[in-house]
């Protein structure tokens, strides 16, 4: 699954204290965002959705590495 970037607008104390709590829990914003909206949605939505997708490109098995081992 790709993510989509969507551009949201709240005020600045919002965003300061938003930032806060999501680095407090050791998570990005987005993360901290996406928990937030999960949360608050029917369980029954929640269940039917794939997981998040990390940020960035997978990692790669260092060379050398023989993983089918």
């Known amino acids: 699954m790709q993510a989509e ?3 949201i607008t709240q005020p600045a104390a919002w965003w300061a204290a938003f ?3 999501a680095a407090a829990e050791g998570q ?6 996406g928990d937030c909206c999960l ?3 029917p369980k029954s ?3 039917k959705l794939p997981k998040r997708v990390g940020r ?7 060379h050398g590495t023989d993983e089918s081992a």
């Open 45 to 47: 939505e929640a269940k």
């Open 56 to 62: 960035g490109k997978p990692k790669s098995p260092p």
């Open 5 to 7: 970037r969507k551009n």
């Open 28 to 33: 990005t914003l987005s993360e901290w965002v």
């Open 19 to 21: 930032e806060s709590a």
């Open 39 to 41: 949360a608050n949605l």
